[in-house]
């Protein structure tokens, strides 16, 4: 019953140009897709997938329906764009949005399309000024819509034009781009050259066979196999050649154009307005995060740190009337160097950033907050040629010229200079508890709540749950920072730590099974949870503060690498917390102004009334079912279209030649009954002989039936196949052919095994 339905399914939908023509069409619209994937351009690359395949669809519908090719290619173009903007915008809810009505859903698409434009703001104030851009949502939006005209121009050409030679050369050029600049595979390209030549050959065919049919002219049915034949030759003979041209030396050539006056200067534009976009050059040295690494080998995910005494820089620290800062406000801040803001579920990464140049003594501009005060710093960086300038708190002013680096239009990452001896003053927070506590999460900034509340789908619910216990029914986020942060602090510091196995999440894994860790984990809890509780958090990375000597000078060693989780409240900006396990946190009732004068590790942390550690629970490897389930769907799926594929060429040969087939069918038992047809015989002869053959088996009735019943069939057969052969228009008598065969078989079956006991 299946079989038969979906051998209807696919006579019925058959499409003119062929089933083959439109995989071998697919095909290569998905190696440009895997090719583009493969160099992974920007994190957002993954918007060709989406853009493709709809581009294919929607474009195959046109090319089939459209009467006027303009309104096509508007509709085309304008499909394409809507439907990048909204997958990169984000603005397709998740189910859960959907189910909680509209003012949710609002909220979710005002945030979700602050942050585009936020990011495409921040990309153009860039270009505009003819600085640096690392941001990479513009080159997404482009890379979504080539991928979406490519595919669309392809099926256009292949399906409406019947002309896949001029779609397909464009679409390898564009995959030949992809390869030289960004030294993808060679094999997508040889693999797209053989489909190329295999899809123009065939598609040539359909056309050629449809023109036959339509001016009655008779053709044979093997034409295609050797046409399949040949093309296949000539594709592996291209193949080769795509192969070898590699081992041709054109660097020469390149190297010439690229020196040409005009070309550097545009590369030189390119890769300022595209800075973030993923190229087969080494970074700057010295330069720290970007690109999604964190700067520690130690961070989530890694091995735990070989710590060291060396000394990384040297600090004195004054309020703005050039007196040394009191202790207890110098050590409130940590040494920040930069944040990051995306959680994977498999550790932390940090977007692509803006670039900004910033002369020395000119203002940071930084968005206006309350309740903070100045702070100068002298810093003598000794280890290396860093560029990163670090700071306590959101700098203000540089005594050099320095770069910011910027998220969107004013969300402030970090500042790159070139010298090791430099002055900055920055604003710290000072804001009273009782202020933060009047705070409201709804006041916050739409881009900053979006950007650093997002979580990974596969985040376990328990973590969620855990954060929900903690703080969920406190009345305000300051409080609900606190808690998280007290909790935290309950667990025992420890650098002697097994790696976190393969395919667990770390937050997960620290909170219920390892229960104990370093820095990093203590801040990556505080931050994933406090984002479950819908509060704007980041984790921060840098050094600690350390207790000035009698001159007033911090020094900062190696071993004093730190990370810490932020905190975004409305109207006061970024306060940092301290969740790691002894080390002093400045919201504690016992951080006072004597701090600097004791080393962190001799403070008790004050944790109140807070829950307690959760049940240790071992966390298993998950069983990821849903890509077990589709390696699995797509090989039954594969299977069961090869099998489908097969039984309905076997069904059209039976249905085109079961005279013949049956025919042969009779012919291969008289062999094997030792009767075979000799070539000067006419059928109706080879017919007469072999039935005169088969008195041999009259001496036993039950052989003597089986005769009796093959002889009639085996005459009236012999007719059919005759007029079949001879007939100028012979009538249809495949039924009876394949009916009379069916009767047969059996029979002669018998008589065959009859005949091997008779010997």
């Not at 083959?20 to 060709?48: H, N, Q, R």
């Not at 709809?54 to 329906?65: H, N, Q």
């Not at 203000?396 to 001896?421: C, I, K, M, P």
């Not at 001799?602 to 069983?623: E, N, S």
Request: aromatic fraction near 12%.
């Amino acid at each position: 019953m299946m079989p038969d339905a979906f051998m209807w399914a696919v006579d019925r939908f058959r499409p003119r140009e062929g089933w083959l023509s439109l995989a071998l069409l697919v095909s290569t619209i998905f190696l440009m897709v895997g090719a583009i994937l493969e160099v992974k351009w920007v994190p957002e690359a993954g918007v060709v997938w989406i853009t493709a395949v709809l581009g294919l669809i929607l474009s195959y519908i046109l090319a089939k329906k459209a009467k006027s090719t303009r309104l096509a290619w508007i509709l085309i173009f304008l499909y394409g764009l809507l439907i990048t903007l909204i997958r990169l915008a984000h603005l397709l809810p998740p189910r859960l949005i959907w189910q909680q009505g509209f003012w949710p859903l609002r909220t979710y698409w005002l945030q979700n399309t602050a942050v585009f434009l936020d990011r495409s703001g921040s990309w153009l104030v860039a270009v505009s000024r003819g600085h640096r851009s690392q941001e990479t949502i513009i080159f997404a939006v482009g890379l979504g819509m080539v991928s979406w005209l490519l595919a669309a121009f392809a099926v256009w050409t292949t399906i409406r034009q019947r002309k896949p030679l001029l779609g397909l050369s464009v679409m390898g050029i564009a995959l030949a781009l992809n390869g030289f600049l960004g030294l993808s595979p060679l094999w997508y390209l040889t693999a797209f050259v053989g489909l190329a030549v295999v899809l123009s050959a065939t598609i040539n065919l359909n056309t050629l066979e449809q023109t036959w049919r339509e001016r009655s002219i008779d053709f044979s049915d093997e034409i295609r196999i050797e046409m399949l034949i040949y093309v296949g030759m000539i594709a592996m003979v291209l193949v080769a050649a795509a192969m070898a041209l590699p081992a041709f030396s054109l660097t020469k050539a390149v190297d010439a154009f690229m020196s040409h006056p005009w070309v550097k200067g545009a590369e030189e534009s390119i890769d300022d307005a595209f800075g973030g976009v993923n190229k087969p050059r080494p970074r700057p040295p010295g330069s720290l995060g970007g690109y999604g690494v964190m700067p520690r080998s130690y961070l989530l995910g890694e091995e735990p740190p070989d710590l060291s005494e060396i000394i990384m820089m040297t600090a004195f620290v004054t309020d703005e009337n050039g007196d040394l800062a009191p202790p207890g406000l110098s050590q409130r801040n940590h040494w920040r160097g930069l944040s990051y803001e995306i959680y994977t579920g498999r550790g932390w990464t940090l977007s692509e950033e803006r670039e900004e140049p910033l002369p020395a003594y000119e203002t940071v501009p930084l968005p206006e907050v309350a309740d903070t005060v100045q702070l100068v710093q002298d810093i003598n960086w000794l280890r290396d040629d860093r560029l990163v300038r670090y700071s306590l708190g959101q700098p203000v002013q540089f005594n050099q010229d320095v770069t910011l680096l910027w998220r969107g239009l004013d969300d402030y990452v970090r500042a790159q200079g070139s010298e090791n001896d430099y002055r900055v003053t920055t604003q710290v927070s000072v804001a009273a508890p009782d202020d933060l506590r009047q705070t409201k999460t709804a006041d916050v900034p739409a881009v900053i709540l979006n950007r650093y509340t997002q979580l990974p789908d596969r985040l376990p619910q328990r973590v969620r749950d855990l954060a929900q216990e903690v703080a969920g029914d406190l009345a305000n986020p300051y409080d609900q920072a606190r808690a998280l942060e007290q909790f935290l602090r309950q667990y025992p510091y420890s650098l002697e730590i097994e790696s976190i196995p393969p395919g667990l999440d770390p937050v997960d894994y620290f909170l219920f099974d390892l229960q104990r860790g370093y820095c990093d984990y203590y801040a990556s809890a505080m931050v994933v949870m406090a984002r479950s509780l819908g509060l704007p958090a980041r984790v921060a990375v840098g050094f600690l503060s350390q207790p000035p000597d009698e001159y007033g000078m911090q020094t900062i060693r190696q071993s004093n690498g730190h990370s810490w989780a932020e905190v975004y409240f409305a109207g006061y900006g970024w306060v940092e917390f301290e969740p790691t396990a002894g080390f002093a946190s400045p919201h504690d009732p016992n951080f006072d102004q004597d701090w600097g004068t004791r080393p962190p590790e001799d403070f008790m942390p004050y944790l109140g009334d807070t829950a307690p550690l959760p049940d240790r629970a071992p966390v298993k490897r998950p069983i990821d079912w849903q890509k077990i389930l589709t390696r699995i769907g797509g090989v039954a799926v594969i299977a069961g279209g090869l099998a489908a594929l097969w039984l309905w060429q076997q069904r059209r040969l039976e249905a085109e030649d079961s005279v013949l087939r049956s025919y042969g069918r009779f012919q291969s038992q008289a062999r094997k009954l030792e009767y075979p047809a000799h070539p000067a015989q006419t059928p109706l002869e080879f017919s007469e002989a072999f039935q005169e053959n088969l008195e041999v088996f009259a001496e036993n009735p039950k052989s003597q039936a089986q005769v009796e019943t093959v002889k009639p069939l085996a005459s009236r057969l012999t007719e059919l196949y005759s007029t079949y052969q001879y007939a100028a228009d012979p009538a249809d008598e495949s039924t009876e052919a394949r009916t009379i065969w069916k009767k047969m078989k059996r029979p002669l079956w018998l008589l065959r095994l009859r005949k091997k006991f008779m010997k």
